[in-house]
């Protein structure tokens, strides 16, 4: 697998440093690191890089609560957490409910000094019901795993709870119909990164207005994700449609998945410290004759630009619904065109 697919540029481009930007590549590659070598060499890169480090990052606590109580599924997990942080310091109300697996059932997990409690499968519907009673304007947020989107959007349809839903995999289909029969409040999105969404409405809008701009050109796609990751990048997949609408021929097997912490270290550059939580992306573009190539690349080390993307969107749905909107299914790029970004 390392000899195969796409390579991604070295750490020094990567989280922890700055990645180099275009304006200053190509004069430099004219300049001298292009010099005597053939046309083919040259190309066009375009990326992107979030890390929680070295930068300084300073959150202002909310000077008072937010009338939004919102209840964190999979509060245990490390998405689970960094939502409850950021939601913490947006000064929204935490419900100290939550619900896990069988094995975590009765166990009381701790996070921003907040005990909350965690419930299995067996007795969910029952519980989520009564809490929803003492807090009619409730927000739910999902972060759990593939297998369970379709049964957790179930329940939340089934008791009426609006929801927020980052949670990737899954029958999609079929979570939109659910949605859309029981015509319940919700922002669902595979990608809650406010930046990597924008990204993601700009390819949109170069597909829309220039389809087949890219006819003909061979693609190659690489992602890294931590190892507990078992689904194939959702982002990739939204980017990549675009590329297809833009005339690349692409099936979404040939994504080169890496899970493993060696590879990702070693090939990827992923930082030791962010191998628990990472999202690295790389789109290779080729024309027909190999002359001209073009990279799109963006990476995040870390949880806060989804947490914190995630708390935006929950106060969004939380707007529309007060508003009683005709719309019920939002995603993230109808957040960003809201402008409902802190």
Do not use: W
Request: aromatic content about 6%; glycine content about 8%; charged content about 20%.
């Amino acid at each position: 697998m390392a000899s195969a697919g796409v390579a991604f540029p070295t750490r020094n481009s990567l989280c922890g440093t700055e990645a180099t930007p275009l304006s200053t590549l190509l004069p430099r590659e004219r300049a001298g690191r292009g010099r005597g070598l053939p046309l083919r060499s040259r190309s066009a890169v375009v990326t992107m890089s979030a890390s929680p480090t070295p930068q300084v990052h300073l959150q202002v606590r909310a000077s008072k609560k937010l009338d939004i109580p919102i209840m964190v599924n999979s509060c245990s997990g490390k998405m689970g957490k960094a939502v409850i942080k950021a939601a913490d310091s947006a000064g929204l109300d935490l419900i100290p409910m939550s619900f896990g697996c069988a094995e975590e059932a009765g166990k009381t997990v701790e996070v921003c000094g907040k005990e909350i409690k965690v419930h299995g499968p067996s007795d969910r519907e029952s519980v989520l019901a009564s809490v929803f009673r003492q807090h009619p304007n409730m927000i739910v947020v999902d972060y759990t795993v593939p297998d369970a989107v379709n049964s957790n959007a179930e329940l939340y349809c089934n008791v009426g709870v609006p929801f927020v839903m980052g949670t990737t995999g899954g029958d999609r289909d079929q979570l939109y119909k659910t949605v859309e029969d029981s015509n319940l409040y919700a922002v669902i999105s595979p990608q809650m990164g406010k930046q990597v969404v924008a990204f993601l409405a700009a390819m949109e809008i170069m597909a829309e207005q220039f389809p087949g701009a890219f006819s003909g050109y061979s693609l190659k796609v690489m992602e890294s994700h931590q190892s507990s990751k078992l689904d194939t990048s959702g982002t990739a997949k939204a980017v990549i449609s675009c590329f297809k609408k833009l005339g690349v021929s692409f099936d979404m097997d040939q994504i080169q998945m890496i899970r493993d912490p060696e590879q990702q270290m070693e090939m990827v550059g992923v930082p030791e410290e962010h191998l628990s939580g990472h999202a690295f992306h790389l789109y290779h573009l080729s024309s027909p004759d190999e002359t001209v190539s073009f990279e799109f690349q963006h990476n995040v080390c870390g949880r806060s630009i989804y947490a914190e993307g995630t708390v935006d969107a929950v106060l969004f749905l939380a707007k529309k619904i007060q508003q009683k909107a005709d719309q019920r299914i939002y995603n993230m790029i109808d957040v960003l065109h809201e402008g409902s970004m802190r």
